[in-house]
């Protein structure tokens, strides 16, 4: 196909694939006849794979894929827009082909292909359209272009974007803009600098020190990998050092807490994280049994992973008589940041199998 031109669907179920040479966020907007959502239900993306009709999901060979059942388009549904944004900061589809594949979804039958000529500083477009015309379904190549990403495509077809610089619209939500963020529990923290996702590496350090006059003690930290559903992808633990192909890697096992500084550090690669993880729980336990009101000054503190400079820092100021505790989760948004929030919640649980249940349901 060719910018513009159309086709007549000859399938009830179809499957539009995006790929290209590099790892790309895909959603589906369904647009009313205003050419708007009509609520942020109808934006269907990794973190909210279903709307009325639409569905997301990830391909196998890579690239995602948004499969459309026109039966069950809402009637007041005119056309359903594919986009697709650039997963990396920073980057443009210059050099960037990427192409829109629309399948039969039952029998997987291609019908149409597009590949949008002479892209250049667009971070994210609108690839194809499934639209009705006369009571009968057809797609339409687009290939149109938006220079600010996804965000600019969501706020275009009225999907409310939480700007992350404008904490007035997120009570208690702010960002790294001023240096060093401490933490109180359940406040958040966007990981935005100037206006600016931080993708990059991450390290989580987590430490603690004996209580007064306790004996020394064993604690073990983990992060636990969710996709949207809240369902685990996977863990990280002393036992499991690295998970998702190297995006997550754990430092080890500390026996006793002493000394100074972390006592264990996973660290996080956000840009290499598969589009399926869309949140992560950080957990600490206490293998050997003994509480966590023997434990003194437990923190967590996130750091750049390749400056060493400390970002966000969550002290525990309270401990009780349990075994585990959730430090921390971080959240992927729709618009392609991080944010993480304190939680310092304590459960009983000696180890991160048993973490998986209570943490899910923090997310």
């Known amino acids: 196909m060719t910018p513009g ?6 399938a009830v179920r179809v499957a539009v694939d ?8 895909v959603s589906g907007l369904l647009l009313a006849a205003d050419g708007k959502v009509r609520s942020d239900d109808d934006f269907v993306f990794y973190n909210q794979p279903a709307g009325p009709g639409v569905t997301h999901s990830a391909a196998a060979g890579g690239g995602d894929t948004i499969t459309v059942d026109t039966a069950a388009v809402p009637d007041g549904i005119e056309k359903i827009v594919v986009t697709a944004s650039l997963d990396a900061p920073g980057a443009t589809f210059a050099g960037t082909e990427p192409t829109g594949t629309v399948r039969n979804a039952d029998d997987g039958s291609v019908l149409a292909s597009f590949t949008p000529p002479q892209l250049g500083t667009e971070t994210a477009l609108v690839v194809v359209e ?6 009968a379904w057809k797609v ?3 290939g149109q272009g938006y220079a600010n990403g996804l965000a600019g495509i969501a706020t275009d077809f009225g999907v409310s974007v939480e700007e992350p610089a404008a904490p007035a619209a997120a009570p208690g939500k702010i960002n790294l803009d001023k240096g060093r963020v401490s933490l109180q ?7 935005v600098k100037g206006g600016r996702p931080l993708l990059t590496s991450v390290r989580m350090g987590l430490g603690w020190e004996p209580a007064f006059r306790s004996k020394s003690i064993d604690l073990d930290a983990s992060v636990i990998a969710y996709g949207p559903d809240r369902k685990k992808v996977d863990n990280c633990f002393f036992g499991k050092l690295m998970i998702l192909g190297g995006a997550i890697q754990h430092s080890g096992d500390n026996l006793t807490g002493e000394g100074a500084g972390d006592d264990e550090a996973i660290t996080v690669h956000l840009g290499g994280l598969p589009p399926e993880v869309t949140g992560l729980v950080f957990v600490v336990n206490s293998f050997s049994g003994q509480k966590f009101s023997d434990v003194a000054k437990a923190y967590c503190r996130l750091l750049d992973a ?11 100021t309270h401990s009780e008589p349990r075994t585990g505790v959730m430090m921390a989760k971080l ?8 944010e993480m929030t304190a939680l310092g919640e304590y459960v009983d649980a000696r180890t991160v199998r048993g973490m998986v249940k209570p943490a899910g349901q923090a997310l």
């Open 5 to 10: 031109s159309n086709l007549p669907l000859s």
């Open 18 to 25: 995006v790929t290209a040479p590099v790892r790309l966020d």
């Open 130 to 135: 499934i639209y009705r015309r006369a009571g």
């Open 140 to 142: 339409r190549a687009v």
């Open 185 to 191: 529990k359940n406040q958040t923290v966007s990981l």
């Open 306 to 316: 390749q400056s060493g400079e400390e970002l966000v820092r969550f002290d525990l």
């Open 331 to 338: 959240i992927r948004q729709f618009s392609g940041e991080w």
